[in-house]
């Protein structure tokens, strides 16, 4: 009996899906993961007129088929039609695609259910009453992990009627949506020029005035005119928008094509078919934002996408959120690795303020204000770098071996100064009360710029997210919440400098406090020293020699100042001449030009340097999107390590967290690969990659599993949270 049930059971299920392919006007067909049917937008033809048929396709979750341009690879649906005599068939109007990137190829494709619809003329001499019946022979390419080409043979049958026909109520509305959503000329003015190695593409015209171009895309009808695998970037102009562009092979031969056609997209809806004439780019199609890049593999069609991640909600947020966490990351920051260096300025001044707690308040609030001005003006220099195209985030100051040479020797003289060698900004017991009042907020005030120039190239806490969405945004919104994170920063010190409590509580003025600044002049010591190796990783060993060289006139020049500083005290007269000391400057400003010439190529990255890749108790490998991709194609856990030499967070993690023996037996047991995707020089691939993510500075920890999603661990590590994550990529079971 329960044979015969389930035998029963099967027959009537067979017997319902027949059923549910048995229309007689528009069978469909069922095949592994597709099923297809050509479906009408009327219930009727109308002599003269225009009948939509469309190809419906209802494919598998997980799967897809290809759009006109399939990409780098794929193949587009077609279809072949046999109509009666005097009927025609145009072509498919295609809706816009999404991406879907697989290792270095970038395919367009379709998923879900899709609608193919196609114009079809009826010719005036149709006649009412009679029924005929459209064919098409359609083919197409299912992709997942396999691609299968299939195959069917289409049939619709349709009366003829004098009247209007009326829509079709199962399938006539989604034609119709597909209709008015489908990209179309919309009369815009769109030219391109190659400039340098990239190729700039603009369109302006009334439906991309004051646009959003977050996602915005271009799917080329050609696929020779872009390299299709690399990031788009767009920046908004009052009249349009400018898309920044890997040019592909069409450029290769001196040549370019006289035009490009194909779909530009803004997401959510709103995409246009665009016929670009190589020409001067139309005026009002950049400048109003910053551009905003595209990464490979994220849907701009608001779609899924076989790709990468996405920004992990960065996107997501509003100008309040974006400032409070900017605030609160600011504030975090002060606890920082990153900010460390500068801790023995600010110990060194709360431990002289016991004698004038009047000049505490005023120094906390000069320290205030170096902090505020430092942060804005290195986010306008940010903003207008990304407005010019340059693939930059926060810390690109120190991406420059010239800023990092500059930056160590301030470092050292700040250090000279807390041993002694010679005085700026303090009172220094009997040098004056003029020059305890204005050098010492001065002295303030330089703190301030040197906590932000050290401290901001880390991003902590909260932060990171409040970063990637500002650098979207409109210059004035971006810089507002550059100027609340600045405030976070600032605040906690400038609040102790306010607290009388705090001084009462200190020991009578004596000789602990020059004891103490000289014990904290060491921390710089040690930052000039590690700045030092940051600079033999960006520009070699030839760049260390100068900077020893400058260095060694920078120690001569504290010297100097320091003994005429102590002769004025000691005699009223300056005996050795402070020229001494202006010779020594113009040897550090010769020897600071002369290792600019060193300076690593931009664009170089120390992730192929094997005495980089390889430091630390983990084997690692360079990192690339293609690189991530294939280890997931073969299965491996993959953990990618935004870093940079100059980033002390990163140094800490990679030292403390990375360097425990759980986690090194964690990547042996799941077999994941470790990644580490190096900044210490610029490089754009790294920069657009932690755009895709929200980011806009490190350090990033990103564990890669099954999906194409990645986990994004803390800024701060831990062991436990690496194996944690190492564990669930895996599957929580030990891979060979």
């Keep these: 009996m329960r044979v015969l049930a389930i035998a029963l059971a099967a027959l009537l299920g067979l017997g319902l899906a027949t059923a549910a392919y048995a229309d007689p006007m528009h069978p469909a067909v069922k095949t592994e993961h597709n099923d297809v049917e050509l479906v009408p937008e009327t219930t009727a033809a109308a002599p003269g007129s225009t009948l939509y048929v469309a190809l419906r396709q209802v494919i598998t979750p997980g799967w897809h088929t290809y759009w006109r341009n399939p990409g780098d690879a794929g193949q587009a649906t077609s279809l072949t039609w046999t109509l009666p005599q005097g009927w025609s068939a145009g072509d498919i109007v295609w809706p816009a695609p999404e991406q879907d990137l697989t290792g270095p190829i970038m395919n367009y494709v379709l998923t879900g259910e899709v609608y193919l619809p196609v114009p079809v003329a ?3 001499s149709a006649k009412p009453g009679e029924t005929v019946t459209l064919k098409a022979a359609v083919s197409w390419l299912v992709c997942k992990d396999v691609c299968i080409p299939e195959d069917a043979d289409l049939t619709l049958s349709l009366p003829v009627t004098a009247g209007t026909p009326t829509v079709d109520p199962q399938y006539g509305q989604a034609i119709a949506q597909t209709l008015v959503d489908a990209p179309k000329p919309a009369g815009l003015d769109a030219r391109f020029q190659v400039q340098g190695d990239v190729l700039k593409l603009a369109a302006t015209g009334a439906p991309l005035k004051a646009a959003d171009v977050a996602h915005a895309y271009f799917f080329p009808y050609d696929g020779t005119v872009i390299d299709q695998a690399k990031a788009q970037s767009a920046q908004a102009g009052p009249d349009g928008v400018t898309l920044t562009l ?3 092979y069409a450029f290769s031969h001196g040549k370019p094509p006289a035009e490009m056609k194909g779909v530009l997209s803004l997401g959510g809806g709103h995409a246009y078919e665009i016929v670009a004439k190589l020409g001067p780019l139309p005026t009002g199609a950049a400048g109003a934002t910053p551009p905003v890049v595209t990464t490979p593999g994220s849907s701009s069609n608001g779609g899924p996408s076989g790709g990468g991640g996405g920004g992990h909600g960065a996107s997501k947020l509003g100008l309040i959120s974006a400032v409070g966490l900017a605030f609160l990351g600011g504030v975090i920051l002060n606890l920082m690795p990153c900010v460390f260096p500068v801790l023995s300025m600010k110990g060194a001044a709360l431990a002289r303020h016991v004698e004038s707690p009047q000049h505490a308040r005023a120094e906390g609030v000069a320290f205030f204000v170096g902090v505020l001005v430092t942060f804005v003006g290195l986010a306008a220099l940010l903003i207008a770098a990304r407005a010019a195209g340059q693939a930059v985030g926060w810390g690109f100051q120190l991406q420059s071996p010239a800023v990092v040479a500059i930056l160590a020797l301030i470092m050292l003289a700040s250090a000279l100064n807390l041993s002694g060698v010679f005085e700026a900004g303090l009172s220094a017991q009997g040098l004056g009360g003029g020059l305890a009042t204005k050098p010492g907020l001065a002295g303030s005030f330089f703190t301030g710029v040197l906590a932000v120039v050290v401290a901001a190239p880390c ?5 990171a997210g409040a970063i990637g969405w ?6 004035a919104v971006a810089l507002t919440v550059f100027l609340s994170l600045g405030v976070g920063l600032a605040l906690p010190f400038t609040a102790l400098s306010f607290a009388p409590g705090l001084f009462r509580r200190l020991p009578p003025p ?3 406090m020059e004891g103490l600044r000289k ?3 060491f921390p710089m010591y040690a930052a000039a020293a590690y700045l030092a190796w940051v600079l033999v990783l960006q520009a ?3 760049a260390l020699l100068l900077l020893f060289a400058a260095a060694l006139a920078t120690a001569f020049a504290a010297w100097c100042f320091g003994v005429s500083q102590r002769q004025l005290l000691t005699t009223g007269k300056v005996l050795l001449p402070r020229g001494a000391a202006m010779v020594a400057l113009a040897a550090i400003v010769a020897c600071a030009v002369a290792g600019y010439r060193f300076a690593a190529p931009t664009g170089a990255s120390a992730a192929g340097n094997p005495a980089v890749a390889s430091a630390g108790a983990l084997p690692t490998e360079p990192w690339s999107p293609q690189r991530v991709a294939a280890l997931q194609a073969q299965g491996k856990p993959v953990f990618v390590d935004f870093t940079a030499a100059w980033c002390v967070t990163c140094q800490v993690n990679e030292r403390t967290a990375l360097a425990t023996q759980a986690v090194v037996d964690a990547f042996a047991h799941t077999g994941a690969v470790y990644l580490k995707a190096d900044w210490t020089n610029r490089d754009a691939a790294i920069a657009n990659a932690l755009t895709a993510q929200g980011r806009s500075g490190v350090p990033l920890y990103l564990v890669y ?10 800024q701060l590590l831990t062991s436990g949270i690496v194996v944690d994550a190492l564990n669930q990529a895996g599957g929580g079971a030990p891979k060979a």
């Design 246 to 248: 890997p040019p592909g």
């Design 470 to 475: 500002a650098l979207v945004q409109p210059a």
């Design 510 to 512: 004596g000789g602990w």
């Design 459 to 463: 991003t902590g806490p909260f932060m």
């Design 540 to 542: 070699g060993d030839t």
């Design 705 to 714: 599993g099954k999906g194409p999603t990645p986990r994004v661990l803390p």
């Design 519 to 521: 014990v904290l002049a």
């Design 122 to 124: 009826v010719p005036a």
